[in-house]
């Protein structure tokens, strides 16, 4: 581990060994947290007809004072095909299609109605409470571009322009495992010396909000003979395979070996960067990525936020960009020699000013100090510290 990346270089190394997924139909309605592969289009006009703003009447422009016969209804779904003379009027509710030979409509607050004639008491402009066809969306406009990651926004968008089904990447398949003897699973009473593993259930749901479906979460013991079987297995299934623990340097540390042994090739094993150095990160000749996060619970997520999950991004072809933003710091921070921090920070604007606070000690495994962390501020590696006010990138979490 003597020459430890940058954390630049190494999600350059991850994205380098990303090759994306084929894309897949998707109903639009199980389209949240995918990523569409194509250009989506209007299908048609956006709103389809000229419809009605207000509850109302339709009428054609004309000054104050008119009385109007009402001689049919436009309601929602429900279009009339009676024809319009001056002096006759159409009532019409909100979203109903604008009847032919009315050009507005005037709102129901501005008239009188009586003995089945309506007082306009306003005067009506042409196009006055008429929502136009195609206000919103024009046929064959792009609407949504390849690469954009679906929202709940997204989707609506989606269904007004007319589509049922979208193309999307397909959802990386994920397995996650953690690795360790000492790990007992959630709610489990502990014994001496254990833990619960906490990473793998924060690793898959950090997976998961990008788009991924975990196919398994899991533990595996600390010897090569388990390690081995658990990558093997785990392989086979996978696009993406994250493991926490095992990948330093101690006597009860298999992973490294063990992905040799089943085929899974080193692209680089350590960063300049606290906390995570250990990060390992290698890929199988099918494409297959595997993620040796460091064991440590804050390094596990804070590994993944940097490298796994715009891995996961740009296997469904979206943009790898983590979220980054300016801001002031709001007490020094000291400096690490040879490392970059990425430093838990709770977020608050001051004055206008986005200022960062560290969430308290930043020990690798004080994972509560996670808890309220906005984001991380990153420290460059230095001598000195940096004092308060001093401008930092945070990434956003
Ligand atoms: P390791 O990287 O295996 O040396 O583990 C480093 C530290 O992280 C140790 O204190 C482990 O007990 C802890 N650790 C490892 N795996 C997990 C896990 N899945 N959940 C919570 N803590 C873990
Ligand atoms: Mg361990």
Do not use: Y
């Not at 049919?72 to 009847?99: C, F, K």
């Not at 006055?128 to 919103?136: E, F, I, L, S």
């Not at 390992?280 to 460091?294: C, E």
């Amino acid at each position: 581990m003597s020459d430890l990346l940058s954390i630049a270089q190494a999600r350059e190394r991850v994205l380098a060994a990303v090759r994306p997924l084929d894309a897949e139909p998707v109903a639009v309605a199980a389209g949240l947290d995918r990523v569409l592969a194509t250009d989506l289009r209007a299908a048609g006009d956006v709103p389809p007809f000229a419809n009605s703003a207000m509850d109302g009447f339709a009428v054609r422009a004309g000054a104050a004072g008119r009385r109007l016969r009402i001689v049919a209804e436009s309601r929602a779904g429900h279009p009339t095909s009676v024809p319009v003379d001056d002096g006759e009027a159409i009532r019409i509710s909100t979203g109903a299609a604008v009847p032919a030979g009315t050009e507005a409509v005037i709102r129901v607050e501005d008239t009188g109605e009586e003995d089945g004639k309506v007082e306009l008491l306003a005067a009506v402009r042409p196009g006055q409470n008429v929502r136009a066809a195609g206000d919103d969306l024009r046929a064959g406009a792009v609407v949504l571009r390849a690469g954009t990651p679906l929202g709940p926004v997204e989707l609506a968008v989606a269904v007004a322009a007319g589509a049922g089904e979208l193309t999307c990447a397909r959802r990386p398949r994920v397995v996650v495992l953690g690795t360790g003897d000492e790990l007992r699973e959630p709610g489990d009473p502990l014994g001496p010396g254990q833990i619960h593993n906490s990473n793998a259930v924060g690793l898959a749901a950090l997976a998961q909000r990008a788009g991924a479906e975990v196919l398994s979460v899991g533990r595996v013991a600390d010897t090569p003979a388990a390690t081995e079987a658990a990558l093997h297995e785990a392989l086979e299934v996978a696009d993406v395979l994250v493991v926490s623990g095992g990948v330093s340097v101690g006597p009860h540390d298999h992973v490294k070996p063990a992905l040799d042994a089943v085929g899974v090739s080193e692209r680089f094993w350590g960063v300049a960067l606290k906390p995570g150095k250990p990060t390992w990160f290698g890929s199988r000749r099918d494409g297959t990525l595997v993620f040796g996060l460091p064991g440590n619970p804050v390094s596990a997520l804070v590994t993944f936020g940097l490298f796994a999950l715009p891995a996961l991004r740009a296997l469904q072809d979206a943009d790898p960009a983590l979220d980054s933003f300016p801001a002031k710091l709001a007490e020094p921070v000291a400096q690490e020699a040879h490392r970059e921090q990425a430093v838990r920070v709770r977020l608050e604007r001051e004055r206008g000013e986005l200022r960062v606070t560290p969430t308290g000690p930043q020990g690798s495994h004080i994972l509560s100090s996670l808890l309220g962390a906005g984001g991380l501020a990153l420290i460059p590696a230095g001598a000195g510290e940096l004092a308060a006010g001093e401008e930092v990138q945070v990434l956003g979490l």
